[in-house]
């Protein structure tokens, strides 16, 4: 299953290795730990940021990397080799859904305080948009900024927030009108100040992931957090979506060609009845499914890729990659976890992770039913 596929070059295919190498030294021998301990490992915000790979996409006067959509897209894919979906996902929400709306709206105050620390691995950041009552249909949002001399006050509550209990900034939804909704909704980074207090969830999978509630109590913001302008949120929440879910797709497709290498190898040196389990046609033929299923994933999120960085607003292949590899992701994952047999239950086989860790892609970043509405729209039903 070969990856040098157009829109990737040697160049990117060089900066794979690095990852790769990185990765394989530096934070896949602890990954089993954090998990365990169910607590995400700070200490990787500095040791990426020291190899650059804070800030791929962002420009070099911010001490970013100077490159583009597709060097991040190669770290999105190479994420899975860390082996703890829930390290990816706390640096994946700093790196993909916390800072790309700073680099896009913020003021070239907010990029030197909030964004260059942040590449330079010193502050970690939370995009803050899910409440208790509002999730999918994000207008019905209620935590409120009311206007006060010198900024506004925030008062309500988030929940199922990526790196919730340890950003240092959240860039946080807020509704500015009475009514809220599609032009009543704007967006400040909080502080993580006086009347910020979170609590750690217990979930699934994603266990070194930290998800959490946000409460904001008289939460003082001043006037010059505000991100982008006032009453038009949505079109901050808008721009990110489809790196967000181009984001997730790319995860997806790293972690289902990982997981075929490893199954496949496991199949040909497990034996039962007296040969290996590939030889076995059930066997044999679930995996030349699976690498059918994985190499079309990959070839539908390239297609969404391509044209996301031609500046197409592939709205339409983004989200057909997100719709369809999380979910075939999570079935991968699952048939990998069955030729593994009773390894594959046990808490020391990776497979038993993954599994769980992909449960989630179906329903962040917009749900499957969400993506099916979407596309609904767009294919005029
Ligand atoms: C581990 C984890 C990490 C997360 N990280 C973040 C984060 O960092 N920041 C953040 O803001 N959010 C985050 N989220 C929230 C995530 O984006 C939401 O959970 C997701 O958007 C779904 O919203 P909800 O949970 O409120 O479900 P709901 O919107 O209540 O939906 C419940 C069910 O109804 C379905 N549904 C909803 N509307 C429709 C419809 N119109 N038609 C058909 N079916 C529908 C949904 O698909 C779902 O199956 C995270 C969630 C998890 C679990």
Same mark, same amino acid.
């Not at 009475?178 to 502080?191: A, K, P, Q």
């Not at 982008?228 to 949120?233: A, M, N, P, R």
């Not at 808008?238 to 496949?264: D, I, K, P, S």
């Given at each position: 299953?070969?990856?040098?596929?157009?829109?990737?070059?040697?160049?990117?295919?060089?900066?794979?290795?690095?990852?790769?190498?990185?990765?394989?030294?530096?934070?896949?021998?602890?990954?089993?730990?954090?998990?365990?301990?169910?607590?995400?490992?700070?200490?990787?915000?500095?040791?990426?940021?020291?190899?650059?790979?804070?800030?791929?996409?962002?420009?070099?006067?911010?001490?970013?990397?100077?490159?583009?959509?597709?060097?991040?897209?190669?770290?999105?894919?190479?994420?899975?080799?860390?082996?703890?979906?829930?390290?990816?996902?706390?640096?994946?929400?700093?790196?993909?859904?916390?800072?790309?709306?700073?680099?896009?709206?913020?003021?070239?105050?907010?990029?030197?305080?909030?964004?260059?620390?942040?590449?330079?691995?010193?502050?970690?950041?939370?995009?803050?948009?899910?409440?208790?009552?509002?999730?999918?249909?994000?207008?019905?949002?209620?935590?409120?900024?009311?206007?006060?001399?010198?900024?506004?006050?925030?008062?309500?509550?988030?929940?199922?927030?990526?790196?919730?209990?340890?950003?240092?900034?959240?860039?946080?939804?807020?509704?500015?009108?009475?009514?809220?909704?599609?032009?009543?909704?704007?967006?400040?980074?909080?502080?993580?100040?006086?009347?910020?207090?979170?609590?750690?969830?217990?979930?699934?999978?994603?266990?070194?992931?930290?998800?959490?509630?946000?409460?904001?109590?008289?939460?003082?913001?001043?006037?010059?957090?505000?991100?982008?302008?006032?009453?038009?949120?949505?079109?901050?929440?808008?721009?990110?979506?489809?790196?967000?879910?181009?984001?997730?797709?790319? #995860?997806?497709? !790293?972690? +289902? $060609?990982?997981? /075929?290498?490893?199954? *496949?190898?496991?199949?040909?040196?497990?034996?039962?009845? &007296?040969?290996?389990?590939?030889?076995?046609?059930?066997?044999?033929?679930?995996?030349?499914?699976?690498?059918?299923?994985?190499?079309?994933?990959?070839?539908?999120?390239?297609?969404?890729?391509?044209?996301?960085?031609?500046?197409?607003?592939?709205?339409?292949?983004?989200?057909?990659?997100?719709?369809?590899?999380?979910?075939?992701?999570?079935?991968?994952?699952?048939?990998?976890?069955?030729?593994? #047999?009773?390894? !594959?239950? +046990? $808490?020391?086989? /990776?497979?038993?992770? *993954?599994?769980?860790?992909?449960?989630?892609?179906?329903? &962040?970043?917009?749900?499957?039913?969400?993506?099916?509405?979407?596309?609904?729209?767009?294919?005029?039903?």
């Amino acid at each position: 299953m070969t990856h040098l596929t157009p829109p990737f070059t040697d160049e990117h295919e060089e900066l794979r290795e690095s990852i790769r190498g990185f990765i394989d030294r530096e934070l896949a021998p602890h990954a089993q730990q954090w998990e365990d301990e169910c607590r995400f490992p700070d200490e990787v915000f500095p040791k990426l940021a020291a190899q650059g790979l804070l800030g791929l996409k962002y420009p070099t006067e911010l001490g970013g990397q100077g490159g583009d959509y597709l060097h991040e897209a190669v770290m999105c894919e190479e994420m899975a080799r860390i082996g703890s979906g829930g390290t990816a996902a706390g640096i994946g929400a700093h790196i993909n859904i916390a800072t790309p709306p700073i680099w896009k709206f913020g003021s070239d105050e907010q990029l030197q305080r909030y964004l260059a620390p942040a590449i330079r691995g010193e502050s970690i950041g939370a995009l803050g948009i899910t409440e208790p009552g509002a999730g999918s249909d994000v207008a019905g949002l209620r935590t409120s900024a009311e206007r006060v001399d010198g900024g506004w006050v925030v008062n309500g509550e988030k929940t199922y927030i990526t790196n919730g209990v340890r950003a240092h900034f959240i860039v946080t939804a807020v509704k500015t009108t009475r009514e809220g909704g599609h032009h009543g909704i704007s967006f400040l980074i909080v502080d993580r100040t006086e009347g910020v207090s979170s609590a750690k969830l217990d979930k699934l999978g994603w266990h070194a992931s930290d998800t959490a509630t946000i409460a904001f109590e008289d939460v003082f913001v001043p006037e010059e957090n505000l991100l982008g302008e006032l009453h038009e949120g949505f079109k901050l929440i808008m721009a990110n979506f489809q790196w967000e879910r181009l984001a997730m797709a790319l #995860g997806a497709v !790293g972690a +289902m $060609r990982l997981a /075929w290498e490893r199954t *496949a190898e496991f199949a040909r040196e497990r034996s039962a009845f &007296g040969r290996p389990l590939s030889g076995h046609q059930v066997i044999r033929h679930r995996l030349a499914d699976l690498a059918a299923s994985a190499y079309s994933a990959q070839c539908v999120t390239y297609d969404a890729l391509r044209r996301f960085v031609a500046g197409e607003d592939p709205l339409r292949e983004v989200t057909m990659a997100k719709l369809l590899t999380q979910r075939a992701s999570f079935e991968l994952m699952d048939a990998c976890l069955q030729i593994h #047999g009773g390894a !594959g239950y +046990m $808490r020391e086989v /990776w497979v038993e992770r *993954a599994a769980r860790d992909a449960r989630l892609g179906p329903i &962040g970043g917009g749900s499957d039913e969400i993506m099916r509405e979407i596309l609904g729209r767009v294919l005029g039903l």
